[in-house]
């Protein structure tokens, strides 16, 4: 709405015919300028905020506030990949405004725009001038990560390992310190210096603070591990690689236990590794029928899941999973909780006959009835009004209804009705309490279908397959963005279930010839979804056949992703993925591919259940 609003008092106040080149807007006080840009520049429509911020340039040239309108042109330029332009701002801050505020925040942009640009020499030039001139900003050791990425970017990996060593020594016992390090992993990653990765790897796992996902360039346990494996197996090094990849633990979230398991299975279907996978297979099934035997539940079930992480055999993947239930029969924490699923509502036709002027309904009635008519998408709602415990089916007279199992009815009747979020949020509160590597085969679907629901099958079906998109991977994206809330928006104006901004959705209806497209025509599922599988179409003809580098973009921008690829020297995601520069665009590839893992294993290619 506010957006809507300062739209409306600049149709009244600009300056020139609609749709000129350089349409401007009349004087207006100060205050008012700065917040109209502010708004649209927060909703990403920076051709409009950059007229009011050019406004209080032209018209108040002596205010305070001139230096960071400058700045924010320039960054506008930025995030429209217009880096000529921005430069230009950037520099007018430093040369005219060196003292002020936003004087840092140019200079660390102006390095960044320069390595956009691929101007190395300067951007690092830049990235020294901001160490000198601005030793106590926050996160001191980030312009020195950024040379070494500049010039791991650029190739230039000596300078870059030179970089390494004095951003270590300075940063010493420090966060700083341990990026430094996994930022010469990611270099000797990319030369394929599969040694110098393994030494990498082991020195950092000696570290307390990683940066985990909170942290850009940070890096887990997890990560390292595989990274060691995955350059052990380079080497050849193959029983060392398996108890490598074993030690991570494969689950429903874990990006890197799963990664590992593909490339276990892939060792066990090589010809020159096989022998050793079926010998490591056997062993460990041998072990696990033993601890389970003599009521080491506990120790069997690990080493019947590691067993299962090596088998492609169905048969022998059977047994195995035999091996599993009867270590879970015995482990309470992997029996799951029992639920009934109650009748609520009425049973039989209603032969009363409605009184005229009688009392209006209570949510609960008009929720039986809803009921009892299948309109569970209408009645789910009516019964949350109120929850109360329902009146018991015959058969459960006797009992007492348990508010678990109203609570799982409710979520049930809510995936039957399309409510797909309501499911989710009851599913997410089960499967917490569920240890994160119990088998999914293994769980009753009824209790996976909660945590990982195929809502919009119609729109997923006729949308994905015109444009080569697997329906599964918009169900993934989905569940991250919205949790298939068709109304979300989020604090940055991103709407519907793909949580598409303004600037891009107006890009897609542009594409899709819909000249009748309102922003809100988003919390319509049928037209996010078309929206989500047009946008990720256009993702994977740059990015084919690599859903890892899609979901960075659609996070991070494509323009970053394929920086990052590039930096990576490798199309490979097991060497790309650790170069993914925001810490919540690698977490949120964690995310996405956790959950079109599980929806691959849910589902086929038409979305039939398996």
Do not use: C
Not at 59 to 70: D, E, I, R
Not at 264 to 280: F, H, W
Not at 356 to 367: D, I, R, T, V
């Amino acid at each position: 709405f506010t957006l809507a609003g300062v739209r409306g008092l600049d149709a009244i106040d600009v300056i020139g015919t609609e749709g000129a080149a350089q349409p401007r807007v009349a004087q207006l006080p100060e205050a008012e300028h700065l917040l109209r840009a502010s708004v649209y520049q927060f909703n990403r429509d920076f051709d409009a905020a950059r007229r009011h911020y050019l406004a209080v340039v032209e018209h108040y040239p002596q205010s305070a506030t001139v230096a960071n309108a400058l700045y924010q042109t320039g960054r506008g330029f930025y995030l429209q990949l217009k880096y000529d332009e921005a430069l230009k701002y950037f520099q007018r801050v430093l040369e005219q405004f060196p003292d002020s505020l936003s004087a840092r925040d140019a200079l660390s942009f102006t390095a960044g725009t320069y390595n956009r640009l691929k101007r190395t020499d300067e951007a690092v030039a830049a990235y020294r001038r901001f160490i000198e001139r601005f030793p106590d900003a926050p996160n001191p050791e980030r312009p020195f990560l950024n040379i070494v990425d500049a010039l791991h970017e650029a190739g230039r990996h000596k300078e870059a390992l030179d970089w390494v060593q004095q951003t270590r020594t300075r940063f010493k016992g420090q966060i700083g310190d341990a990026l430094a390090l996994f930022a010469q992993a990611r270099i000797h990653l990319a030369q394929g210096a599969w040694q110098e990765v393994v030494s990498d790897a082991n020195e950092l796992r000696s570290r307390q603070d990683l940066g985990g996902t909170r942290v850009a360039g940070g890096t887990t346990p997890q990560e390292l591990s595989f990274l060691r494996g995955y350059a052990l197996e380079q080497l050849g090094r193959t029983n060392e690689t398996i108890s490598e990849y074993l030690s991570i633990p494969d689950g429903r979230n874990e990006y890197y236990g799963k990664r590992s398991t593909e490339r276990l299975l892939a060792l066990g279907s090589d010809a020159r590794t096989r022998s050793l996978i079926e010998t490591r297979a056997n062993a460990l099934r041998a072990s696990a029928e033993n601890a389970i035997n003599s009521g080491q539940a506990e120790q069997g079930r690990r080493l019947a899941q590691d067993g299962l992480r090596l088998i492609n055999d169905a048969t022998r993947r059977y047994e195995m999973l035999g091996l599993v239930r009867r270590a879970y029969q015995a482990l309470p924490a992997f029996n799951l909780p029992p639920f009934s699923l109650l009748t609520l509502g009425r049973k039989e036709v209603n032969t009363t006959k409605a009184q005229a002027g009688g009392m209006e309904p209570s949510h609960q009635a008009l929720a039986e009835e809803l009921f009892f008519l299948g309109l569970y998408d209408e009645g789910v709602p009516e019964f949350a009004a109120t929850k109360p415990v329902p009146r018991a089916s015959q058969e459960r007279t006797a009992a007492v209804t348990s508010q678990s199992d109203v609570d799982y009815t409710l979520a049930s009747y809510s995936l039957r009705g399309g409510l797909a979020n309501r499911a989710v949020r009851f599913g997410e509160q089960l499967w917490k309490n569920i240890p994160a590597d119990y088998v999914l085969e293994l769980a009753p679907r009824e209790l996976v279908d909660l945590l990982y629901p195929l809502p919009y099958r119609e729109s997923l079906l006729t949308h994905t397959p015109p444009r080569a998109v697997d329906p599964r991977f918009v169900l993934s994206i989905a569940r991250q963005e919205s949790r298939f809330q068709p109304d979300a928006k989020s604090v940055a104006a991103a709407r519907g279930l793909m949580q598409f901004i303004s600037e891009t959705a107006t890009d897609i209806a542009r594409q899709l010839a819909l000249s009748d497209f309102t922003q809100d025509n988003l919390y319509n599922p049928d037209t996010a979804i078309l929206f989500g599988s047009q946008y990720l179409a256009n993702l994977f003809k740059q990015f084919p056949a690599q859903p890892q580098a899609v979901a960075a973009s659609y996070n991070g921008g494509p323009e970053n992703v394929a920086r990052w690829i590039g930096r990576s020297r490798s199309s490979e995601s097991d060497r790309y993925v650790p170069e993914l520069g925001f810490s919540q665009t690698k977490d949120y590839v964690f995310k996405v591919m956790t959950n079109f893992w599980v929806y691959q294993q849910l589902y086929d290619e038409k979305l039939e259940r398996k």
